[in-house]
């Protein structure tokens, strides 16, 4: 029998309009139990979907920097995330529960 191949998944490949890029956010924050870093590295997947050097632009960030932010290793501050949440053409926003 022939082995199967298989590679790692990567989210940020099926990610390809602005609506399942929304939807995962929505998902990702539903799914993140107040686990901020959980929160950023979604962020970071969508980031990776649009293109890093992109989104870097446009939310006024060095590549680099919107790499360590988006890593899932540390917490961004909430303004690096409104910027970055603009950059990607989403929007935020509340709902009661």
């Given at each position: ?19 399942e890029m929304?939807?995962?956010?929505e998902a ?40 360590k932010a ?28």
């Amino acid at each position: 029998m022939p082995k199967t191949a298989t590679g790692r998944y990567d989210v940020a490949e099926h990610l390809r309009t602005p609506e399942e890029m929304a939807a995962y956010l929505e998902a990702s924050l539903e799914e993140a139990n107040g686990d901020a870093a959980f929160i950023a590295k979604a962020l970071g997947d969508i980031a990776r979907a649009k293109g890093m050097s992109q989104v870097a632009r446009d939310a006024g960030l060095s590549r680099e920097s919107l790499y360590k932010a988006l890593s899932g290793e540390r917490i961004p501050g909430f303004d690096t995330i409104l910027k970055i949440v603009a950059a990607l053409g989403l929007k935020l926003h509340a709902e009661a529960r």
